[in-house]
């Protein structure tokens, strides 16, 4: 079992800084275009992708996670809304060069080979689309020990600061980058309730388990001040000429 495992047991839908209302708030910040064909990369158990496909966007969700993508296939029926969800890894899309008009992410490139990965989000992303990705962002003094621990608990593969990685977003061929939010902590979660959670309770009294979360808070006393947040955005290349 894994830190992505342990999600995915506990059904946990909304496992990023803020928590599913910072979603929400994003959302109602960024006025996307009706109609839009919206890219979830990670969707895990497809509570934000049913949310956009209540609000009548297209939706096309990938997770690499078979049981979150089991739960979101459940939760998408129970809700009675329209999401195509494939198994997929972010850093090789299956889809076609540009179809989707936006690419919407939520702590999943710190777990990918990122140049691949944003290579890939600017493939599949129509001329001028746009990506929004809020990710951890390294906010103090990083140790290799840290990043070794926090690699092997949780499969993290980079951890930069937020002028780190709009330097990267370039470098991939994406313009008009900008920090949309930008905090030095990690922030608090408020009281969450999803009543579509879909909870495994035979696993809450699992040994392994129960050592991962007592894992995961030492983690977090440690290391959670050198950790914050950001979310970026950004349009994809428009053609030889884009910046």
Request: glycine letters at 10%; one cysteine or more.
């Amino acid at each position: 079992m894994d830190y992505h495992d342990l999600l995915a047991r506990l059904g946990e839908g909304s496992a990023h800084p803020g928590g599913f209302s910072a979603t929400l708030q994003l959302l109602d910040s960024l006025s996307l275009p009706a109609g839009a064909h919206i890219l979830e990369v990670g969707c895990g158990t497809g509570r934000t992708a049913c949310h956009l496909a209540h609000l009548g966007y297209r939706v096309t969700a990938i997770d690499l996670h078979r049981h979150m993508l089991d739960k979101a296939v459940r939760r998408a029926r129970k809700e009675r809304v329209d999401v195509r969800f494939i198994q997929a890894d972010a850093a090789a899309l299956p889809l076609p060069s540009h179809q989707v008009d936006v690419v919407f992410i939520e702590s999943v490139t710190i777990f990918t080979p990122w140049r691949k990965t944003l290579t890939e989000y600017a493939r599949v992303l129509k001329p001028g689309g746009l990506l929004v990705d809020r990710e951890m962002v390294l906010s103090g003094r990083k140790t290799e020990l840290m990043s070794r621990r926090l690699r092997q608990f949780y499969g993290i593969r980079t951890l930069a600061t937020a002028g780190a990685w709009k330097k990267r977003l370039r470098g991939c061929g994406f313009s008009r980058v900008q920090v949309k939010e930008h905090s030095r902590t990690m922030g608090k979660w408020g009281v969450d309730h999803d009543p579509l959670r879909e909870m495994d309770m035979n696993w809450l009294e699992d040994k392994r388990m129960q050592r991962m979360s007592r894992t995961n808070d030492r983690l977090l006393l440690k290391y959670g001040k050198r950790l914050g947040y950001a979310v970026f955005t950004a349009r994809a290349p428009v053609g030889s000429g884009s910046e």
